[in-house]
């Protein structure tokens, strides 16, 4: 019980020590996500492949260093928007809210390198193709990011890999044919962002 006590004694001094910033972040993200299979009267039509299209993120990030382990806490909010194509079938777009909570490490005076989940909720997706709406998706997911960056002064930089650890699926029909689709909704991509610190 005393070992506790004094364990716990040295976290709560060690985080009215730790430096606390924040700032804001924007980039490019360079997406895809799963197969689109059709299916024909309820009988498997055909499977297409996607196609990596350019998305984008903006958000706001906390890191939260802590001295005694050389470590830092690092929390974000964004909202990403992705873009998949299929050839000859239109393109998959979605809307989400990104909640990375990051573990990192600095490397020597400017780098870093982090690992930690990213739980991700969906807002809107929709598949280009005529007469065809939403009729099911999955609207929660949770993935793994990693990667490495710098930070110079009040500007960072960062590289990171995203690909989600469940499955889900969206679930659309073309109401004329009755054909139906279903997209494997799991996004897998790499993230190239840029940050403002806002903090001194």
């Known amino acids: 019980m005393r070992k506790l006590v004094v364990l716990g004694a040295i976290l709560i001094s060690s985080l009215s020590f730790a430096q606390i910033d924040f700032g804001i972040k924007g980039g490019l993200n360079f997406a895809s996500v799963g197969d689109m299979t059709s299916y024909a009267n309820s009988v498997f039509d055909s499977k297409v492949d996607s196609d990596t299209k350019t998305g984008y993120h903006v958000g706001a990030w906390g890191r939260v260093a802590l001295p005694i382990v050389g470590i ?11 873009k998949t194509e299929y050839s000859n079938n239109g393109d998959y777009t ?28 969906l807002i809107n997706d929709d598949l280009d193709i005529s007469g065809v709406r939403d009729i099911n998706s999955d609207d929660f997911t949770v993935g793994i990011q990693f990667g490495a960056g710098a930070q110079l002064g009040k500007l960072g930089v960062d590289l990171r890999y995203d690909t989600g650890l469940n499955d889900t699926e969206s679930n659309f029909v073309n109401e004329t044919t009755g054909t139906s689709f279903t997209v494997d909704s799991r996004p897998s991509q790499v993230i190239l962002g840029v940050s403002y610190k806002l903090t001194n």
């Open 72 to 82: 830092y806490v690092q929390p974000e909010l964004n909202y990403t928007h992705l």
């Open 94 to 121: 979605l809307d989400k809210i990104d909640i990375p909570v990051l573990a990192g490490m600095k490397i020597l005076s400017v780098g870093r390198i982090f690992v930690g989940p990213s739980f991700q909720y």
